[in-house]
């Protein structure tokens, strides 16, 4: 492996550990190099706190040695103020003559000003390395600047038979048709993204949480499409235990594509990634207005006599595991 990569592959191993905490910018990871030994490592902070340069550089014990160092990063150095400095700016001062990127940052406020202002100041600057896999791994940052929309993943289960759900039900609660190792899973995924959707008849027939409760983490924002605004306020997806936000007909038009507009909403509310948990319908809409990036699908052994069917798509093949009895497939939108 060449020189580089290992270093940004680095970057992109120790930027993981701020998903689901860093949006809205992204989950930036960084590496400073003196003579082939890394000095110091960050990777962003909670929203409002540190970048990954400034904690990158921060780490590191003898200062003095960053005037040969080397810097690398998954992302461009910003060059805007936000809640924090710019990281170009903490780079020039500290006289660090080289920057490693692995992809331009395509956002407006920065886009090539952040590599500008460090080759003007001096800096040597090398600019894509691994640079399809730091765009993959800062997928939802560029799909909501790039396409004015969320990140969006469908999940759902469904079993040997091809269905999502029973035809008929005794109780307002959740029909399981995986294993708990599965909803486990799910709960992890929910710490990840930083909101979740369903319909109206999920939120009448399961009476979900949609929380957190078999892992550590943050709840996501939640969503409910309520055309008419008549669920009742004691579901249990309207409790205080995360943020909701009901989806209305003050909202969107529900006479025209319905999922698009929920993007377009979405974005307006700077939700960078979203998990759409509804039932088949909700699914299906997303699905035929190939609104989408990835599908997560969970079948069991379990068999339903009757019930309603899963959603019907196309897309390509990423992954296929073993959960005990439960196989979970990934799917990318390659449409």
């Not at 082939?36 to 970048?51: A, K, R, V, W």
């Not at 080289?98 to 001096?122: C, P």
């Amino acid at each position: 492996m060449k020189i580089h990569e290992k270093y940004i592959n680095r970057c992109i191993e120790i930027a993981k550990n701020g998903l689901g905490t860093t949006a809205p910018n992204p989950m930036v990871g960084s590496v400073i190099v003196y003579k082939n030994q890394i000095i110091g490592e960050g990777y962003t902070s909670p929203f409002g706190g540190p970048h990954a340069e400034v904690n990158a550089i921060q780490s590191v014990t003898d200062k003095t040695l960053l005037k040969e160092a080397t810097l690398y990063a998954t992302l461009e150095p910003c060059s805007h103020f936000g809640k924090t400095p710019p990281c170009s700016d903490l780079i020039i001062n500290h006289n660090i003559p080289n920057v490693v990127i692995g992809t331009t940052d395509t956002h407006s406020k920065v886009a090539g000003n952040g590599i500008k202002k460090l080759i003007e100041a001096g800096c040597r600057v090398t600019v894509g390395i691994l640079e399809d896999a730091c765009k993959e791994h800062h997928k939802r940052f560029f799909t909501f600047h790039n396409k004015k929309r969320p990140y969006i993943i469908l999940k759902w289960a469904e079993t040997a038979n091809g269905f999502i759900a029973p035809k008929t039900r005794n109780n307002q609660k959740p029909v399981w048709i995986t294993n708990e190792f599965s909803r486990q899973l799910v709960h992890k995924w929910r710490t990840e993204e930083q909101a979740i959707l369903i319909g109206t008849n999920t939120a009448l027939a399961d009476n979900p949480s949609l929380t957190v409760r078999d892992w550590t983490g943050k709840n996501p924002i939640r969503f409910v499409i309520d055309k008419k605004q008549k669920l009742s306020n004691n579901l249990t997806v309207f409790n205080n235990e995360a943020e909701t936000i009901r989806i209305t007909e003050s909202d969107i038009d529900f006479n025209k594509p319905i999922a698009i507009q929920i993007g377009e909403f979405l974005h307006k509310k700077n939700i960078q990634s979203i998990i759409i948990e509804g039932g088949s319908q909700t699914l299906q809409t997303f699905i035929d207005e190939s609104l989408w990036d990835e599908a997560r699908v969970f079948s069991s052994k379990v068999i339903f006599s009757e019930g309603i069917k899963a959603p019907i798509f196309k897309g390509e093949l990423l992954e296929e595991t073993d959960i005990l009895d439960d196989t979970l497939r990934i799917y990318k939108n390659t449409i």
